[in-house]
């Protein structure tokens, strides 16, 4: 997939785990599992912001382009 | 879902099983038919003769024969297109938009032209051994609404595959 969620990343660096963050926007779990391996076909703008707010992150350090070798 | 919708499914469901039914007894009847054609002819053939409703009552008994045989086809095609709205209206109450009723209508769809195709030769038998002026020779033929069925079946096949094919886009948003 050319677009990457850099979500484990991101968690990685402000020593979160995927329940916490969940607890914290309001997300499930399973929805941000899904994010977080890349089998999400589309994401909201709502999710973005809430996450964006919760990690202090650009979208752009969320989603990344790799262009697909 | 809305309680008149339910009401309206439960309806449907009973409708259709009182349709296969009678789809069932229509089949007895022809199986009756050619037994008794096999039997029985030569009693039938008086009670054909009198009923002056067939052109030459002598040779009627293949055709009748042939006839028999495409409305058992066109009666086993019923059985099919019935069970799959079976299919359909129990996936409604819970969820219709999934790719197996897009199939499912597209297939309805085609049985619907293999209806119209068998319509096709019960017509032509039909006139060729009944007077026109009977009842008997107004049988099968091309059907308007039945074409409109087909049309019918073909778009909402259509629908359906655009519908799940949204809801799983949906379904994949995060």
New interface residues.
């Given amino acids: 997939m050319a677009i990457v969620v850099k979500l484990d990343d991101l968690l990685h660096a402000k020593r979160m785990t995927l329940t916490d963050l969940s607890d914290r926007i309001g ?1 499930t779990l399973a ?2 599992s ?2 977080k391996t890349g ?6 703008f709502s ?1 973005l912001e809430a996450i964006c707010n919760e990690l202090e992150c650009q979208p752009g350090d969320l989603l990344v382009f790799e262009a697909d070798s | 879902m809305p309680k008149d919708h339910s009401t309206l499914l439960g309806a449907t469901r009973g409708l259709l099983w009182l349709m296969l039914a009678l789809v069932a007894a229509a089949f007895l009847f022809v199986m009756a038919a050619a037994g008794a054609l096999v039997v029985i002819w030569p009693d039938i053939a008086v009670g054909v003769k009198d009923s002056e409703v067939f052109i030459d009552p002598a040779t009627i008994r293949p055709p009748l024969f042939a006839l028999l045989g495409i409305l058992a086809m066109v009666l086993a095609v019923a059985v099919f297109i019935l069970r799959k709205l079976q299919a359909l209206v129990a996936s409604a109450s819970s969820d219709p938009f999934i790719p197996a009723n897009a199939a499912r209508l597209r297939h309805i769809g085609w049985a619907l032209v293999a209806v119209q195709l068998l319509a096709l030769p019960l017509g032509s038998i039909a006139r060729s051994i009944a007077v026109p002026t009977s009842q008997f020779a107004d049988m099968g033929g091309i059907d308007l609404n039945g074409i409109l069925s087909i049309l019918l079946a073909f778009v909402l096949a259509a629908v359906f595959e655009r519908g799940a094919a949204m809801r799983d886009e949906l379904e994949g948003t995060v």
């Fill in positions: 997300i929805n941000l899904i994010l089998k999400a076909k589309a994401m909201r999710t």
